[in-house]
């Protein structure tokens, strides 16, 4: 008989509670769902952080996880305010200019661009998705069961 995964449990119980949250902020859509997917690519850039942490050292870090935190925020906004052409240029400029100012202060240019354009542009497709009239709702709750069972 195989082993049950203790980590399985947890990952079940999390889920049942945030998946109904999840679906609420989903069905609100609007500066409320692009407020929560902001505060996503806060943990996403936090993490990221801490990837480039233990790649190439803390400096390096606080580089790459402003970066993706700055740029991946102004996107969101940007698309949220019905702007999209306008969000995938501050998304690809601030992978850019990231990459720059990482290279200035020594740190890896290229993580802190791909950083950016990694965790920012899934960002900015979410909010774009839901964001299209009477299908956005449907398209990215298709997209998040997806997701959802093939984590699981």
């Known amino acids: 008989m195989a082993e049950r995964d203790p980590a399985l449990r947890a990952r079940v119980l999390s889920a049942l509670a945030l998946v109904p949250i999840a679906l ?23 993490e990221w952080a801490g990837l480039c942490s233990h790649r190439f050292g803390p400096r390096s870090a606080r580089i790459a996880g402003a970066a993706v935190l700055v740029v991946g925020i102004a996107s969101v906004v940007l698309i949220a305010s019905g702007r999209p052409e306008a969000a995938l240029t501050c998304l690809l400029g601030g992978a850019v200019l990231g990459g720059l100012v990482a290279w200035v202060f020594g740190a890896p240019p290229g993580w802190t661009g791909l950083g950016v354009v990694y965790l920012g542009l899934p960002a900015l497709a979410m909010v774009w998705l839901r964001s299209i009239p009477d299908l956005g709702w449907g398209l990215l709750l298709a997209l998040l069961v997806v997701v959802w069972t093939t984590d699981t």
């Open 24 to 46: 609420a902020v989903v069905w609100n859509g609007g500066w409320l769902f692009a407020t929560c997917v902001a505060l996503m690519v806060g943990l996403m850039a936090r």
